[in-house]
Structure formats: C-alpha cells, structure tokens
C-alpha cells in the first residue's frame, strides 16, 4: 500500500458522516443529578482549549498569562444547550488533572452565575462519582477553591480587548440541578410541527 492509498483512506474515514461528535453523547440517565462530562482543559494548564466537533478533535483557542492556571479541569456536558446556544461549561472538582477527551460522570454541586460578552454563561460545577458520598453541596467543597475559581473566571479575560466578564457568584444545588434540566429541554430536538410553532395546526389562522 502506498502513501497515496494510506492518504485516501484516512480522508475517506476522517470525511465519513458516521464520525462521533462528543456534543451528542448521551445525557446521564440519572440527569441532572448527575451528569456526563467531557474535559476540554486539564487542572492547571494555562492553555485553553476547545472541542470543534465537525473536526472531532480539540482546537487551541488561546493562552493564558503564565500565572493563570485552571483551578480544576474544564470541559462541557453533552446534549445540552445553554443561553448562549454552546454546550453548558462545567467545572469537575477533583484533586488530579484529567486528560482531556475523557468521559466524567459527575454528581452536580452548584454552579457559577457568570456571563461575559455572549451572555448568561453558567458554569456547572461537579464532583466525579467516584468521589462517593464525600461531597453533596457547595458546602462540602473547599472554601478556598470557590474564592479562587470565582477570582479566575473574573479576570481571566482581562488581556482580552473589548471582553467583558461579569461573575456574580456561586449558586446552590436546586437552583443549578434547575440549570442543567433547562439546558437539556433546549437541547432536545423538535419532534413536531405543533411543538415547532407552540400551537396544533387546527388553530393556526
């Protein structure tokens, strides 16, 4: 086999419809307590990057100052929708980085209340399920990592010309087991006509 067939082969697979997209995975049966996750950026790193799904790989989007590190690993949770029409961030509270491209099943804690120039732009925070009984609520995390993912988040921008990020703070459980159900109904596709235009076709004009 030659290079050239070697080439054509592996741009006939790499162009294949059948390709995974790692925004479809499935959500969690037991959503929103608990929900998959996709790393996107390890704990620690000062690079942040982006999953691009009609390339299935993950895109370098831009480096961070040497002393802004991610204070946990990073990534989105799949077949959901936030306000900004992007998968929902979340944050996994764990001790170790976590390569990225890996699945993490996570126990919901809270969640960051944060927009920036696109608009609301929550950030779920969750505890892989391994974690066991060990943490419930924003009240079982470490006081010290919410001071400082919440001072990360406000100026990890601030390099960046003409974006602005507003961070209002930490949310509780309920309100953000509310914020993952919110984003998986505006994910979830539209079956119908009637669904698609909020009324039965007998009552349109």
Known sequence: M?????????KSLFESKARRNLELVEIHEDSPYIINAVVEIPKGCTAKYEYNPDLDTFQLDRCLPDSMH??????????????????LDILIYDSVPLDRGTIVQCNVIGALDMEDSHGQDWKILGVPV???????SLKDIDPMFLKIADMFFKHYKDLEAQKKVTVRGWIDKKQALKIVDECCERFRPIDTLEEFLGKPIDQLG
């Open 2 to 10: 030659t290079r050239k067939d070697i080439r054509n082969i592996t």
């Open 70 to 87: 991610y204070p946990c690993s990073y990534g989105f949770v799949p077949s959901t929708m936030g306000e900004d029409e992007d998968p």
């Open 130 to 136: 391994y974690r066991g009984k060990e943490f419930w």
